[in-house]
């Protein structure tokens, strides 16, 4: 029997954006909605769906051999593994997601010691109890099976994860002080990392969705150009990109081509235009591999 590498997938919030990741890296993914066995167009892999909140106990006791889930969930189970790389993309931005301590707009709370003798409710148990304990802070930590911004009104205050802070916002929450921040992972068993086969399945997977996530946020450009206006053109160009340039028929011309980071094309192009530049486009990537 050919041999497989077992790769956990997160299900819930970072599924969705886990599956475009993979899909850009060049792996197609299908979720049925009655199974947690996604299919995936290779052969040598095989997947299952996981909470990234146990991705980490998974992989370290080796029902899985790799499987990506956030930095925070791998400290709050204090799991033993081989983080192979970081992938910084999430469900609503490319930013990494923060861990704060929120309490309601009209709390006399300023800091986080106001909250002495106070109850705290979380989904992140181990890390606030460990935030409070190195402020010498006692407090009551309780874990939140969700709707944590509602428990803040009831209770003291809340340790909740945010992307953008609408939801606190929302909920006219403010925060107080940050825990920690997080990133998605990939992460190894131990042993499945010393096997030859499974450590090189691995690396290839997370070059490739490294390059997933490098190619989300830069285009290609492309365009033709008089000669001698050339230098003209390069100067404009970020100065850490080599431009490719072809000779075209006509040997008074050439065409460049160069990958730079998508919101610098709309300053680009008219600059181009304007030393006469013609057939300017650009065109999405989907990998970028350094």
């Not at 996604?38 to 990234?52: K, Q, T």
């Not at 099976?145 to 994860?161: F, H, M, N, Q, S």
């Not at 008074?252 to 709309?266: D, P, Q, S, T």
Request: charged letters at 30%; one cysteine or more; aromatic letters at 6%.
């Amino acid at each position: 029997m050919a041999e497989k590498l077992k790769i956990g997938l997160p299900k819930g919030s970072l599924q969705d954006s886990t599956v475009d990741l993979f899909k850009r890296a060049g792996f197609h993914i299908q979720i049925s909605s009655r199974s947690y066995f996604p299919s995936i167009d290779d052969e040598e892999i095989e997947a299952v769906l996981f909470r990234a909140q146990e991705m980490s106990r998974y992989v370290e006791d080796g029902v899985i051999d790799v499987g990506l889930t956030g930095h925070d969930w791998i400290c709050e189970n204090n799991s033993d593994v081989v983080e192979v790389c970081e992938l910084v993309y999430s469900k609503a931005t490319a930013k990494p997601a923060y861990w704060v301590l929120a309490v309601p707009n009209e709390s006399k709370v300023e800091k986080a010691e106001d909250l002495e003798g106070g109850i705290i409710a979380t989904e992140l148990v181990n890390v606030t109890k460990e935030y409070f304990k190195n402020r010498g802070v006692n407090v009551k930590i309780e874990f939140s099976w969700g709707a944590t911004e509602v428990k803040a009104r009831l209770l003291d205050g809340i340790v909740e994860i945010t992307e953008t802070g609408s939801s606190l916002r929302a909920n006219n929450l403010r925060i107080i002080d940050h825990l920690m921040s997080s990133t998605t992972r990939l992460i190894a068993n131990k042993k499945a990392w010393e096997d030859s086969f499974k450590r090189e399945k691995i690396e290839a997977i997370a070059l490739l969705l490294q390059g997933a996530i490098a190619g989300r946020e830069k285009v290609g450009l492309k365009m033709n150009l008089e000669k001698d206006k050339l230098d003209q053109a390069i100067s404009l160009l970020p100065s850490e990109k080599s431009p490719t340039v072809n000779h075209l028929a006509d040997d008074k011309f050439v065409a460049i081509e160069v990958v730079i980071e998508e919101k610098l094309a709309r300053d680009l192009v008219p600059k181009l235009k304007k030393i006469g530049a013609t057939g300017i486009f650009t065109y999405p990537l989907m990998k970028v591999i350094p």
